[in-house]
């Protein structure tokens, strides 16, 4: 817990002063309205032996209305200042918690789910704002109006009739004890289950299409109604928790109340105190009644508090598995891609490498291809290129000369332009999408990006062409939209290096020879790396690589492959034949491309 403690002291210390200001005010609150029963004291006794004039009467109003406007005063100052901490606190941790997000490697997102991720951005985060704003009001305002009505009531009333009214009381802190373990524990149950909802929702409404097209609606309504039933009663245990404190509490303070009546109208008919002092002191009870609930509540909200903090803890504290360990006297690359006896195994697959003892090379300027049946190995490599993932010996792989760990991560992440397979658009218009990669860019050089793509004739004709606001993931446009779009965004940047993972896929031949004759011309002096399944992509390129079970089975130019005769020249004879029956028979291809 101190732990915990200490990152909620990171971010409250920030505030310090508007902390101590609200902390103030609320004392302030407390003092006048301990003061108030007082009045009542006064006026009843004064009334009682009759010493009391019609202009004392008046001096107790204008006291009275002086304490209220006090308590207002002080009441906005104290949420004002204390609420509004803990939001700015909120609003701090939120961002650090987006950021730290960003620094973190794959391995960390294969391994946690985005429901659970968003889970600490809602619930765990409204917690901790209500732990360090309500629950630091709670806290201290009970504690003080505690100190004080007790002071009270044995300083102007009775200490005999105190101890009388407080001895039920104590059965609370036990209680308490026993309740605040069970809360941690059940609350912290609870934000798992919902962070098990929030990703079931997630991912079945990003999978919608899918769900329809296999028309799986009532399985993923019976999943979505598991973890729903689960998050329920996680939910039901913390209720149940508090609906069996919240009414031994009220028991408690009735039992209090009761025992006031009884010893303190004793009191009052013997004489040993006035019919005011009694009226005050029941007052002052019903005071006491607050603090006693507060205490309840402020270890529910502060097992909650603390089970939130714990687990937005946990994600501060992930590293990177990918360090910036670059030269600042590497400022930019050229291209130069040396790529030497590359071996490469996922975490937790170490018997099974993915890339084994690859090796290959392009000068600045130059195009070099790759290709390989599905799970050979291909987006592995360009992945590694990127430092998504490291390889276990520096020299593996070097760009200009250098190797990939000496180049600054900014260098690197600048100077590399990359295409993914998933083709991800965000949900923003079609302008911002291809020029996400570059400060302020022109609406000039977007569509120079997006004409080279081949896409520019596609987006003025969408509804508010390049102001068109796509769907989520880009879900309003067809996959070949999609991947021009994508590749417009990759050239937009200019980079030395360009990588293009099968980006090609889903366009039509004429439309892929076009958009590589505008790579070619675009990008004279750049290097490009390419992976593709198609010959047709990549037979111009100046290296091509063939990978197999993640090994290079073949390296050349594409008559030197061809003139192997092995793999490559295989695919080729393959698709040449698909190639011919297409255009021999176009109606049964495009109904066979149908099925």
Request: net charge negative; with cysteine.
């Amino acid at each position: 817990m101190r732990k915990e403690f200490m990152l909620a002291w990171r971010y409250v210390r920030r505030y310090w002063w508007k902390y101590l200001l609200g902390i103030l005010a609320l004392f302030m609150v407390d003092q006048v309205n301990s003061d108030v029963p007082h009045l009542s004291q006064e006026l009843v006794d004064g009334l009682d032996t009759g010493a009391l004039t019609l202009d004392g009467v008046r001096n107790i109003a204008l006291r009275l209305l002086m304490m209220g406007g006090l308590i207002a005063l002080g009441r906005f100052g104290w949420r004002f200042c204390l609420f509004g901490s803990a939001r700015q606190v909120e609003r701090d941790l939120r961002r650090d918690m987006f950021g730290h997000l960003e620094t973190l490697s794959m391995r960390y997102f294969n391994e946690h789910k985005t429901g659970d991720l968003m889970a600490h951005f809602t619930n765990d985060l409204g917690s901790v704002r209500q732990l360090l704003g309500g629950t630091v009001i709670t806290t201290f305002d009970a504690s003080v109006m505690l100190v004080l009505v007790l002071w009270k009531m044995v300083s102007r009333v009775s200490w005999r009739l105190t101890i009388v009214a407080v001895i039920p009381m104590l059965v609370i802190v036990v209680g308490n004890i026993f309740f605040g373990k069970h809360m941690h524990r059940r609350f912290l149950a609870k934000q798992e289950a919902f962070s098990e909802l929030s990703d079931q929702v997630q991912e079945s409404i990003s999978g919608i299409r899918v769900i329809k097209a296999f028309v799986q609606e009532q399985r993923e309504l019976a999943a979505f109604a598991k973890v729903n039933a689960k998050n329920r009663e996680k939910n039901l245990r913390v209720v149940r928790l508090i609906a069996l404190a919240i009414p031994i509490l009220e028991l408690v303070i009735g039992l209090s109340m009761l025992l006031t009546l009884v010893y303190g109208g004793t009191l009052a008919v013997r004489g040993e105190i006035t019919v005011g002092q009694f009226v005050e002191f029941n007052s002052l009870v019903t005071m006491l009644v607050w603090p006693m609930i507060a205490v309840g509540e402020c270890v529910s909200s502060l097992s909650q508090g603390m089970a939130s903090l714990r687990r937005i803890r946990i994600i501060m504290e992930e590293k990177p598995d990918i360090v910036d360990e670059g030269d600042p006297a590497i400022t930019e690359l050229r291209g130069g891609v040396e790529i030497s006896h590359l071996t490469f195994a996922y975490p937790g697959a170490e018997n099974h490498p993915a890339l084994r003892d690859v090796s290959v090379s392009a000068a600045p300027g130059e195009t070099l291809a790759i290709i390989g049946r599905t799970g050979s190995g291909k987006t592995t490599l360009v992945n590694l290129l990127e430092r998504l993932w490291d390889t276990d010996s520096p020299d593996m792989i070097r760009l200009d000369g250098h190797p990939l760990r000496t180049i600054p991560l900014d260098v690197l992440h600048r100077d590399i332009a990359y295409v993914p397979q998933d083709n991800f658009l965000f949900s923003d218009t079609v302008e911002n999408n291809i020029g996400f990669g570059v400060e302020h860019p022109s609406h000039e050089a977007v569509e120079a990006a997006a004409k080279a793509a081949c896409v520019h004739d596609n987006i003025i004709e969408f509804p508010q062409g390049y102001d068109t606001a796509l769907g989520e993931r880009g879900v309003t446009i067809s996959g070949g939209q999609k991947q021009r779009t994508s590749i417009a965004r990759a050239l937009m940047k200019d980079a030395p290096i360009l990588i293009m993972d099968d980006s090609l896929s889903a366009v039509d031949t004429d439309t892929e020879e076009q958009i590589l004759h505008n790579l070619r011309e675009n990008r004279r002096g750049k290097t490009t790396i390419l992976i593709a399944h198609r010959i047709s992509t990549i037979q111009n390129a100046d290296h091509i690589l063939v990978l197999e079970d993640g090994k290079r089975a073949e390296y050349g130019t594409h008559a030197e492959l061809m003139a192997l005769g092995g793999i490559y020249r295989a695919i080729w004879d393959k698709q040449q034949l698909e190639k011919q029956l297409r255009e021999e028979h176009p109606a049964g291809a495009e109904g066979g491309a149908a099925q």
